[in-house]
Each structure stands twice: as C-alpha cells, then as structure tokens.
C-alpha cells in the first residue's frame, strides 16, 4: 500500500481555503459525492474523492493522521465493518472524533420495502460497481458493541432522517408519525459519534 503526502493536501486545503494548520483535518472514507472533509476516498471514481482505495485492504495514509473521520453510508456495504471501523481508528489521532452514519434496522418502513431482507437485490438500491453492496443494517446496540470491539468511545448516538425513503417510505413514515414510536423506529438513520481513546502511560 502506498502512504500518501498528506503535508501535500494539507497545503492544498490552506491554499484553496485560507484556512490554517488550526483547522481540523478530514477525511471522509467512502465519500462518493460527498464533498464533506479535507481528504476523500472511495472505491469507485467520483467528483472531489482525492484517492481511490478499499478501506478493508487499508487506507493509505499513516496512523494519526487526521483529527476526525467521517464515513457516511458506508458501514452497510462492508463485509466486515468491524475491521473499516478499526481501519478508520488507525488512521485517526488519539482523542480525535469518529462520525459514522447509517441505516437503522429499526426503521419500520425498510421491513416494508424489503430494505432489511437480501439488501443489495431488493428496496430499489442500485450500486456503483459489482462490490458496491449492502451487507446489512444497525441497531444502536450493535453499533454499540462494534465500537467497543474496535476500540474507540461511543460519545453519542442519534437517529436522524437522512435521505428521502421514496413514495412507500414517504407513506409510510406520514403513518408512523401518527403514532408513538421511540425516535429510533421513526428514523431511518443513525449517526454515531466517537471518540479515539488516547493511550494510557
């Protein structure tokens, strides 16, 4: 794997931005066409990313090198989120924030639309290339448990609206609103913030 210059995208950053070293440096992993954060990767070519890469063969840039990783919609298309999780720790400086986000398996609208059965072949979605699948889909309590088997602190977590769940969807979340539900059912997002703990002497 090649390592690469970040001092490179660092000064680009400050150069296109006018922002200093101050700033917090970002990279957002599995980006596609997210602008979000300072350096971008993904597996398929788009607008912005600045690195093609899988993050379960490595990201390739040296440990702590980033004050913060996001990673939106990227956790479900990976066949072993447990190690892009602790990829993403790696490449994050102690004491750093860790946002992930992504579908929420108790979003009752998905067990409608088939969203939560065979994901990558029913719900409508559509990949950018054969290894662009879904996986699965999170609870709180998973997410939970991943982030502490990948060694980083859950700081908090959310369940959020996210993107537009199409006309059943939009259907069936005008009826759920209708009704009591826990924020989590209602939702068809989580974001997970963390923390990168700082090593103990």
């Known amino acids: ?23 917090k440096f970002v990279l957002n992993v599995g980006a596609g066409l997210d602008r979000r954060g300072d350096v971008r990767v993904d597996l ?45 720790a790696r490449v994050c400086k102690p004491g750093g924030q860790i946002t992930l986000v992504t579908d929420n398996a108790a979003f009752l609208p ?7 059965r065979g994901m990558h072949s029913e719900g409508g979605y559509r990949g950018r290339g054969p290894k662009d699948l879904h996986y699965g889909i999170f609870t709180s309590a998973h997410l939970r448990n991943l982030a502490a088997e990948a060694g980083v602190v859950v700081q908090s977590i959310e369940h959020i609206k996210g993107y537009d769940p199409g006309p059943i969807g939009r259907i069936l979340t005008r009826l759920l609103s209708l009704v009591t539900l826990t924020p989590c059912m209602k939702f068809p997002k989580i974001r997970v913030s963390c923390m990168k703990q700082v090593a103990s002497r």
């Open 44 to 88: 398929y070519r788009a607008p912005g990313i600045t690195a093609l890469c899988d993050v379960l063969a490595g990201l390739p840039f040296r440990d702590n090198a980033f004050d913060e990783v996001y990673s939106g919609n990227l956790l479900e298309h990976l066949g072993n989120p447990l190690d892009g999780l602790r990829e993403m």
């Open 110 to 116: 998905f067990y409608f639309a088939g969203h939560a």
């Open 1 to 23: 794997m090649t390592v690469l210059d970040l001092d490179t995208a660092s000064r680009n950053r400050e150069e296109d931005t006018g922002h200093s070293r101050d700033r």
